[in-house]
């Protein structure tokens, strides 16, 4: 059985019915009685919470929130409010931190963010994949609040742009070039940034289009032999 399908079924497991009376003087906030059920030889038999709870494996905040209840902390059995959102984002930053990710390398404004890969497309999808998780191994979930939070905090982002890929990391994690040539791009970004430090100094030739002389529109130019220039530049990465 999914977790899907396990959620299911405890919303089948369960009524509901409107609390009709109240005890004098009761400060108890709960507006409705739950009744659980278990199934047994396919007929619904009335059983207690606890054994309700025992015989699917799950925890009571995890039947509460299936039943679309938030799940508020009872003050006696629980943590403080504070120490129990801290617990929250310890989860959600350990899921987070599990995950594949690949480093910016190529993208001068934002070299120590991290990326996690494109198979997650949207923040939704990756907070309802980290409900999942969390249930299926009993531990509190955090709001979408706190875990987008903690996606700041570690300075993570679900999309690569697009100046960020870059050509030769990509053709080597295809296979598609030698470790020989991939450590020399490598050497050649660590130059890079040695050079911006002031380290050393680097500098890169481009030969770029080829310039006609003379350039001009005359009709009476257009079968004279023109000298070819090519636009040579040299460019200091350090300086920019």
Known sequence: MSWHEKK???ASMVDKTP??????NSNSRRSDTKVYYLKVNDK????????????LGIKKWTVRYWLGEKTTI?????PSAVVATETKKESARRYLMALPKLPSHYCR???????LEPIIQTKSQLYRLYVDYSVSRNEPVAS?????GVLFEENISLFQPKKDACDQCCAHKAGNMSDEQYIKHIEKTLDKEA?????????TADLQAVKLCLSLNASAL???????????????LGTN
């Open 8 to 10: 299911m079924y405890i």
């Open 19 to 24: 609390t009709t009376r109240k005890t004098k």
């Open 44 to 55: 619904k038999e009335r059983v207690c919470l606890k054994t309700f709870l025992e015989t």
């Open 74 to 78: 009872d003050n006696e059995s629980e």
């Open 109 to 115: 404004q934002s070299t120590s963010k991290l990326y």
């Open 144 to 148: 979408r609040k706190v875990f987008e």
């Open 195 to 203: 050079a911006r430090k002031g380290t050393i100094h680097a500098l």
């Open 222 to 236: 257009y079968f004279k032999t023109k000298l070819a220039v090519h636009n040579f530049t040299i460019y200091n």
